[in-house]
């Protein structure tokens, strides 16, 4: 089935610094979803976006929706030990009451203190 | 967003047995969703399980092998069938709606088949 290009597929950063990966489809997109999986967990939802150009904060971490629609970013900033993890970007091209989620293969962030 | 729990949280079975998985959430949802994980891998939507009526599989998944079932809004049920090794993985219980397109996760149930 369809899947979503997300990259880097692994980051090693030293805390404090900032963080940023991105998610692209071969189609426009109408909604955008970024998750978080700690281990042993199921994924939280972080931000969600709706809107082309919409940029979101959530504490230290911001999305934002491709104005092409067909792209999404996210970005932590001043990263700390709890924020190892893995990253799910997910997304959906329908609209309405349709909006069967496709997923990203994911970001393993590992955050050296 | 609603408290899903699912048991059991791990298991470690034999090749051949079935495993049922329960789902409960702390408020009555519409759309119930079972996924699975495969180590190191993204999510896979297995099927929507539906209230009422048989659940609704996605190609490459049947209902012989993942017979689901809903009997009310807060409660859904996930039996792996005639288990493999292949079938170690993480099984994800969400709830959410097509109308946002967010869902909501449980803490997952991890199973290992020797």
């Known amino acids: 089935g369809q899947q979503l290009n997300q990259s880097p597929q692994s980051m090693f950063i030293q805390e404090g610094e900032d963080v940023s990966m991105n998610c692209t489809s071969s189609?426009?997109?109408?909604?955008w979803l970024w998750y978080k999986q700690d281990p042993g967990e199921g994924p939280v939802l972080l931000i969600a976006?709706?809107?082309a150009g919409e940029l979101t904060s959530n504490g230290r971490l911001t999305a934002q929706f491709g104005i092409t629609r067909k792209d999404s970013f996210l970005n932590i900033s001043a990263s700390i030990p709890s924020d190892v993890g893995i990253y799910f970007c997910?997304?959906?091209?329908?609209?309405?009451?349709?909006?069967?989620?496709?997923w990203g293969l994911g970001t393993s962030l590992a955050v050296n203190p | 967003s609603a408290v899903i729990s699912q048991k059991p949280s791990r298991d470690i079975c034999q090749r051949g047995t079935s495993l049922t998985i329960q789902c409960q959430v702390d408020?009555?949802?519409?759309?119930m969703f079972w996924y699975r994980q495969q180590p190191g891998q993204s999510l896979t939507l297995i099927a929507t399980?539906?209230?009422?009526?048989?659940?609704?599989?996605e190609s490459g998944f049947v209902i012989d092998k993942f017979p689901i079932s809903r009997p009310n809004l807060t409660f859904s049920t996930l039996t792996v069938s005639n288990m493999s090794p292949e079938d170690s993985s993480i099984y994800l219980c969400?709830?959410?709606?097509?109308?946002?397109?967010?869902?909501?996760f449980g803490e997952g149930s991890r199973l290992t088949v020797l």
């Open positions: 399980a539906n209230q009422g009526s048989e659940a609704t599989y």
């Open positions: 997910a997304g959906s091209p329908n609209a309405g009451n349709n909006r069967k989620l496709i």
């Open positions: 189609s426009i997109f109408n909604t």
């Open positions: 976006l709706y809107k």
């Open positions: 408020s009555q949802v519409t759309m």
């Open positions: 969400s709830v959410g709606t097509y109308t946002t397109g967010e869902l909501f």
